[in-house]
T-cell receptor
Framework: AQTVTQSQPEMSVQEAETVTLSCTYD???????LFWYKQPPSRQMILVIR??????QNATENRFSVNFQKAAKSFSLKISDSQLGDAAMYFC????????????FGKGTMLLVSP | GAGVSQSPSNKVTEKGKDVELRCDPI?????LYWYRQSLGQGLEFLIY????????KSGLPSDRFSAERTGGSVSTLTIQRTQQEDSAVYLC?????????????FGPGTRLTVT
């Protein structure tokens, strides 16, 4: 079974600054997907970024980028030029696409953004 | 195109009553997940459907919980004899299926309050 660990229950950042959210996972799979989801107070889960394990290049989406370290089983999210709208709960998630696979989430990190 | 929809968006029920929560996945998505999110908590896996395979029910917390997926599309989560601890947001997600496929797409959730 896979496990996903987010060790930071809460993080704070000031507008325009950079923040990194941590995520580690444990799996015996070699092929899998990793995701970061954002959940604002509206409770709608929004995909922020995805990474395929076979790709060595780190994924980037505008101000969001990841540091994917497959050997260390680490998948951190960096948010650059933070904005007030980035304030939300962020969840790291693991999906093994081979066969019959559930989607495993970490417990989440609450990101607070101050002006 | 249309996203994942869930109904009702909010449900208030009395302790001991049965409730049904509905999820309409994205057309063509063969995989469907149900999660429960208690206030301020992470996502607790409930059940996973993949095509015509037997569902993974390993996350259902008790025999009061059941789910079905008719015709490989719409899914209904039923909670019998509701208890106050069942109060939570119930989230549904769908994705294209096993193997290569995009990320799971989430619905807006149903907030269940048991009084």
């Amino acid at each position: 079974a896979q496990t996903v660990t987010q060790s930071q229950p809460e993080m704070s950042v000031q507008e325009a600054e950079t923040v990194t959210l941590s995520c580690t996972y444990d799996t015996s799979e070699s092929d899998y997907y990793l995701f970061w989801y954002k959940q604002p107070p509206s409770r709608q889960m929004i995909l922020v970024i995805r990474q395929e394990a076979y790709k060595q290049q780190n994924a980037t989406e505008n101000r969001f980028s990841v540091n994917f370290q497959k050997a260390a089983k680490s998948f951190s999210l960096k948010i650059s030029d933070s904005q007030l709208g980035d304030a939300a709960m962020y969840f790291c998630a693991f999906l093994a696409p081979s066969g019959y696979s559930t989607l495993t989430f970490g417990k989440g990190t609450m990101l607070l953004v101050s002006p | 195109g249309a996203g994942v929809s869930q109904s009702p968006s909010n449900k208030v029920t009395e302790k001991g009553k049965d409730v049904e929560l509905r999820c309409d996945p994205i057309s063509g998505h063969t995989a469907l997940y149900w999660y429960r999110q208690s206030l301020g908590q992470g996502l607790e896996f409930l059940i996973y459907f993949q095509g015509n395979s037997a569902p993974d029910k390993s996350g259902l917390p008790s025999d009061r919980f059941s789910a079905e997926r008719t015709g490989g599309s719409v899914s209904t989560l039923t909670i019998q004899r509701t208890q106050q601890e069942d109060s939570a947001v119930y989230l549904c997600a769908s994705r294209q299926g096993s193997g290569q496929g995009p990320h799971p797409h989430f619905g807006p959730g149903t907030r269940l309050t048991v009084t």
